[in-house]
């Protein structure tokens, strides 16, 4: 049923789209469409506002730019304000339909934002949905970094409800959610492994960043397959107006962009490299027997685009990355993404407007370890996963109180879970696992509708199947007691890669406001998401060797539900945000591991599998300032996250690794003057949970730590906290070059914050174990930036 409804349901509407589009000059109405665009770059700025005055109607400019409004024909003001830039305004008498492409020019440092209708960029105000957030790359180069290297994680950490388990872990958590649980999109193109240098610094370079957009709850129905968040990450089309030089030298590593025109004004490019250099700084400092090894990453993106006419544009993007540790020549270690994206956009008539996407990801690892002495002895690893997707999608500006978007999603994936190689004087031993096969089939419409002057809804469906296929093993396994390895049954060898197990999720979204004064706001949404792959680790915080595995006959696809609930203010008095968002999240077939699960190279990884439920609610509450020479924001979250598993923690609810129960976030930015500007960045957080023995079974005179409860996760690590601050010098301010220079400590106060304790043998008292504290950084760290651009 579910089938034939999604097949119907894409038909029926594009049908339907067509058709309307082409009865639009039949109403009496006319449209005012265009682009707007910054006009130094000719880059297109998302979600900027344009309203139209008399009539007092609102919009904003999407994802590629692109504005559409319907109007009965007259004289009009058009007032278009985009944070950061000067308003623009604009005389039209609309007698007929009118294109009207708009180019802004950036605003001065000392100039306050121009407040015309309350609406301005992308705020929690004029959105319909909750846990909504975007950061621009300049507020991103603003707030203080590790090594002074601007990082669009490492900013999303100061958001509230996004967490990670300590220093240096990869990835990140959204109210609870593991790593896995966001779908991370450069480009429309998924990305696997967010993360360098373990963790460190993240994969996207920000001078390749245009915009980032982070949706915690009230997913769009065109986003799919994870279920803790989306983070939209936008790249820079390229300077269509003049060539631009940007790089930095840093202490950890260099990087450089280039950009410009191929045809000015219709086509343009920008290529973006950064390269680390930190075991070549190090080396001195080694001994001459380490001195041979390695650890640095680098990556390449890149993006062009051109406009075909005035109806058709395209756009071809990219990213190459690894990060390549070894130890002199006995161990060699790699990882990183590649991804690519081809993308169209094509006007059918000025309400109707077409994107279409095809991408493809990797991400790969390899793992080689070699004997230094005449046996040649050896170990080799590889795995990988890869996706092929195509995603077009509709925008139907079908009336002024109506927006309509509807489209598929087509999603192919390769698993290949591993090869390992042992060799030993000549003799080989391979472990080859066999590769797992995915297939994902969507399709979705939403509508956003202005109800009227006080309420606004956003309501969507999103239609799934996802098929595990065959052209591999499929095994199957006999039940036994929780948290025991299950027993082999059989194993089928299946030659085509026809479905060998589907499911069929129905998932609505739905957002409304309420707007109870001007710029004030209720709030209330709720959400069905499922996700298809999991992410296989033992640990806490993902490795580069961990591995992604699909769901199959033995594995369910999880599902969660999330409610939502908030207020949101912009002050009369005060230029200040406020809001206060409290959420409920349900989660159904969680993965789980038996304890000591075998998840290397295992050919029967999933008879250690379990799955189980999980739930997580809490409040999050925010002010923030973004004008004047004084902005940032300040943000507490109150949360818990919890799971159930038969088997485990003696059947109970325990604590996911992942719960923070309080997390406190400042970020404060001051411009002084036309040459310096200061940030500071300081969190505090509840540590994060952990299993700890608490006896020891003394056998043959060895002391084994034992957990006498079977609970998970009853201890707590000491609480977090941390201080950043960094100057902003301005330099040389050339007609052809300008440069500064960003001075910046990390850590300021040198705390040692707990990674992890663990439990070694006491030097006077050998009969006894005492508790060690593991911090990854725990000193201050100074560093120094010179950035330049001509």
Request: with cysteine; proline share 3%.
């Amino acid at each position: 049923m579910i089938r034939q409804l999604m097949r119907f349901s894409v038909i029926s509407f594009l049908q339907m789209l067509l058709i309307m589009g082409g009865l639009q000059a039949q109403t009496g109405k006319f449209t005012v469409n265009g682009y707007i665009k910054d006009e130094s770059s000719g880059e297109v700025l998302i979600n900027a506002t344009i309203t139209i005055q008399p009539s007092g109607i609102a919009v904003m400019t999407n994802s590629y730019g692109y504005y559409s409004v319907t109007l009965p024909a007259g004289k009009y003001t058009m007032l278009v304000t985009y944070s950061g830039f000067k308003a623009s305004q604009k005389e039209i008498e609309l007698k007929g339909n009118t294109t009207v492409d708009v180019s802004m020019a950036t605003a001065g440092k000392d100039m306050q934002e121009v407040v015309i209708t309350g609406e301005k960029k992308l705020r929690r105000t004029n959105t319909v949905g909750m846990g909504i957030q975007q950061l621009s790359a300049s507020t991103i180069k603003k707030i203080p970094a590790f090594m002074g290297e601007p990082d669009v994680v490492k900013a999303l950490l100061t958001l509230p409800g996004v967490t990670t388990v300590g220093e240096g872990s990869a990835g990140f958590n959204v109210r609870g959610g593991n790593v896995d649980e966001n779908l991370i999109i450069m480009d429309e193109a998924p990305v696997y492994n967010s993360s360098h240098l373990l963790g460190f610094f993240s994969v996207f370079n920000p001078d390749a960043v245009k915009n980032v957009t982070m949706y915690k709850s009230a997913f769009p129905a065109e986003y799919g397959g994870r279920t803790s968040s989306v983070l939209d990450i936008r790249m820079k089309e390229g300077n269509n107006q003049k060539y631009n030089v940007n790089g930095g030298i840093g202490n950890v590593f260099s990087r450089l962009s280039v950009e410009g025109p191929l045809q000015k004004d219709r086509s343009s490019f920008v290529v973006a490299a950064r390269r680390s250099y930190i075991d070549v700084l190090a080396k001195p400092f080694l001994k001459e027997s380490d001195r041979n090894s390695t650890m640095y990453f680098y990556d390449l993106t890149a993006k062009v685009n051109y406009e075909l006419n005035e109806k058709n544009t395209i756009y071809l993007s990219g990213y190459f990355g690894r990060d390549v540790f070894g130890f002199g020549n006995q161990v060699k270690f790699k990882w990183g993404n590649t991804t690519g994206t081809f993308r169209w956009n094509h006007l059918f008539n000025r309400k109707l407007f077409l994107n279409t996407s095809v991408y493809y990801s990797k991400y790969d690892y390899s793992l080689k370890f070699k004997s230094d002495d005449d046996v040649q002895q050896g170990y080799d690893w590889t795995s990988d996963i890869q996706t092929y997707g195509i995603k077009p999608s509709l925008t139907w500006y079908a009336s002024n109180k109506h927006t309509i978007k509807t489209g598929v999603n087509l999603i192919y994936y390769d698993f290949f879970p591993g090869k390992g190689v042992a060799s030993s004087e000549g003799n080989k031993n391979e472990i080859l696992l066999k590769r797992r096969y995915g297939a994902e089939t969507a399709a979705f419409l939403e509508d956003t509708w202005k109800m009227n002057s006080k309420w606004q809804l956003q309501a969507g469906v999103r239609l799934n199947r996802y098929a595990y296929l065959g052209n591999t093993s499929v095994f199957y396994f006999r039940d036994t007691t929780a948290n025991v390895r299950k027993p082999l049954d059989h194993v089928d060898n299946v030659t085509s890669k026809s479905p060998v197990k589907e499911w069929y999720f129905f998932e609505p979204r739905i957002s409304l406001r309420y707007e109870l004064q001007k710029n004030t706001f209720l709030k209330a949404g709720y959400t069905r998401a499922t996700q298809y792959i999991h992410l296989l680790t033992n640990s806490a915080s993902p490795t580069p060797v961990d591995l992604y595995f699909p769901s199959t006959n033995n594995i369910k696809p999880s599902l969660t539900d999330q409610y939502s609930v908030g207020f949101v203010t912009q002050l009369n008095k005060w230029p200040l945000e406020v809001s206060v968002e409290t959420f409920y999240k349900k989660m159904q077939d969680l993965l789980d591991y038996i304890d000591n699960a075998n998840l290397d190279l295992n050919q029967l990884v999933e008879a250690d599998l379990l799955t189980g439920e999980g739930k997580s609610y809490g409040v999050e509450v925010e002010v923030k300032k973004e004008t004047g020479k004084w902005q940032g924001w300040i943000n507490y979250t109150l949360s818990r996250s919890l799971r159930r598993t038969a088997g485990i923690s003696n059947n109970d609810w325990y604590l996911s690794r992942y719960d923070r129960t309080h997390v406190l976030n400042t970020c404060v930015m001051y411009t002084l003057n036309d040459k310096w500007s200061f940030s500071s960045n300081f969190t505090l957080g509840s540590g994060t949970p952990s299993t700890f023995p608490d006896s020891r079974l003394d056998i043959q005179g060895m002391g084994i730590p034992y957990n006498s409860t079977n609970k998970r996760n009853d201890f707590r690590l000491p609480a977090y906290h941390r201080l950043d601050v960094s100057a902003t010098m301005q330099g040389r301010q050339g007609k052809k070059m300008k440069q500064e220079w960003v001075f910046g400590i990390y850590n300021l106060y040198a705390h040692q914050n707990a990674y992890s304790i663990y439990f070694q043998t006491n030097k006077d008292e050998p009969e006894k174990k005492e508790a060690v504290r593991l911090s990854i950084i725990g000193s201050l760290i100074p560093s120094v930036t010179w950035n330049f651009k001509f």
